[in-house]
């Protein structure tokens, strides 16, 4: 569904500049943006995914993944289409890649969803799968009346998102999942056609506004797996707060990707690597492992354990059950 876009400016000669993410793509008349779905009709700038829904599905929020948001809870998941990135191991191509057209969808307005959202009896929605950014009119106004009526908002994203955008998103969100893909300024403007920088600077702002934030990090063999490019990582994260989630994926060979599965080792050592530095870290995609649960930073205790969305809490409410320590997130659905 078409809808005039916010952050534009209007360049002259009919052309825009579109001010929402780091491309800032610069467009004449007919064009369309490099995420495929904003684009200048007469002149002024229109999102073409708007209420469009490609995927709807009643999730786990462990599946986000978020480890310290209301764990053990489910949540009304959305997504549209396309994506201002490029990554050739995606998951979720056939939505985020437009070379081989618009997939199907359904078209929903905000007041719908939210209504859906609460007959469900979801505690909130996650605007996930291909870019929430680019669906960034959709999510705003959904993320406003579903706020107004006591709902949650989740984005999953790879934060490739404007400050000014961003900022004025943020009062209606409560947590954000990031995508940190690399520590490489180079992976990403090559690899992945992104701005490392902007989603360092997406994180920072999130914390700086008090929401809740966890960060994922796919390790892809031969392509960011070293144990150098672990320790800055983390390093990256400890210096905004070490409390911040850290969940490390195993990749396997995905849509344009054939590098072998990361090995098990590689994320044992991750795992080890990233400890010292932060209080919470996790590995993904790997079946009954000590490493998806929830340790005790004061105590050490296993206070949160994981097989699969199966959720054993031992909290008492945000405590530690053996030593009274108070442990970052929020845990109780109200």
Known sequence: ?????????????????????????????????????????????????????????????????????????????????????????????????????????????????????????????????????????????????????????????????????????????????????????????????GDIETTKNTIKILYENNIHIEVTFLVITNKNDTKEEMEELSRFIASISKNIPLHISRYFPCNKCNEPPTEKEVLFRNWDIARKYLNFVYVGNILKSKMEATYCPSCGESIIEREGYFINNRLNGDECPYCGEKIMGEYNVQ
């Open 1 to 193: 569904m078409k809808k005039e876009a916010l952050y534009y400016k209007k360049t002259g000669n009919n052309s825009v500049k579109c001010l929402l993410c780091p491309h800032n793509c610069i467009l004449k008349e007919g064009q369309t943006g490099f995420c495929d779905v904003r684009k200048n009709i007469d002149g002024k700038l229109y999102s073409l995914n708007y209420g469009d829904i490609t995927s709807i599905a009643l999730d786990p929020i462990e599946k986000k993944p978020f480890y310290h948001f209301y764990p053990a809870s489910v949540i009304l998941s959305v997504g549209s289409y396309g994506c201002n990135i490029r990554c050739p191991f995606c998951q979720n191509s056939s939505i985020s890649d437009m070379k081989n057209g618009i997939p199907y969808y359904n078209t929903i307005a905000p007041e719908q969803f939210v209504d859906t959202a609460i007959e469900k009896g979801s505690f909130g929605i996650a605007y996930t799968y291909n870019e929430p950014i680019i669906f960034y009119e959709f999510v705003l106004e959904t993320a406003k009346i579903a706020k107004s009526r006591g709902l949650k908002n989740v984005l999953v994203s790879n934060g490739q998102i404007n400050p000014e955008p961003l900022k004025e998103l943020i009062p209606y969100i409560d947590a954000v999942n990031v995508d940190l893909k690399s520590m490489s300024a180079k992976f990403y403007k090559d690899y992945i056609f």
